[in-house]
């Protein structure tokens, strides 16, 4: 199950091209702007998320999965390398498809480390919430 939250034409182009790819027997399926509550049933009910991307310089998605529990698997490089630690709460991986696959195929053959490892993911993300940070920002600018 894939969900993509479409913020403009260009991702809604994007993900009508995907769907075509994709064929009438796709074993993927596409949930565009699911509500608070769709996503969590969605997180519920999956192992882990994938976050292939080659550019994204944060990443509020890897987070959201780990808040809701999940290891997240993605590319060893920018914004999740800050938000995912190799081993701890999920995997950075090299850009390819085998690594992803056989990082997948290695969660599913192993279900008490991916919920091991989704406890972990689950409690670093506490780290990352909106009054921590704001917390710390006050701090920051206090010591001056």
């Known amino acids: ?22 064929g009438p027997d796709a074993m993927v399926t596409f949930v565009a702007n699911p509500s608070d509550a769709e996503l969590g049933a969605l997180y519920a009910r999956c192992c882990a998320l ?7 310089d944060w990443g509020i998605v890897p987070l959201e999965a780990m808040a809701h529990g999940k290891p997240v698997l993605a590319v060893n ?13 999920g995997f950075l991986l090299d850009p390819t498809p085998e690594a992803f696959a056989a990082k997948l195929d290695w969660l599913a053959c192993h279900p008490a480390e991916t919920e091991r490892l989704g406890r972990r993911a689950a409690e670093r ?5 909106w009054d921590l940070f704001v917390t710390r920002l006050d701090d920051y600018f206090e010591r001056d």
């Open 77 to 89: 490089r920018g914004g999740p390398v800050e938000s995912v630690v190799h081993g701890e709460t």
């Open 1 to 22: 199950m894939h969900h993509i939250r479409i913020l403009d034409a260009a991702s809604r182009e994007y993900v009508t091209a995907l769907r075509q790819r994709t």
């Open 125 to 129: 993300a506490a780290g990352f919430s």
């Open 50 to 56: 994938i976050f292939p991307s080659l550019n994204e």
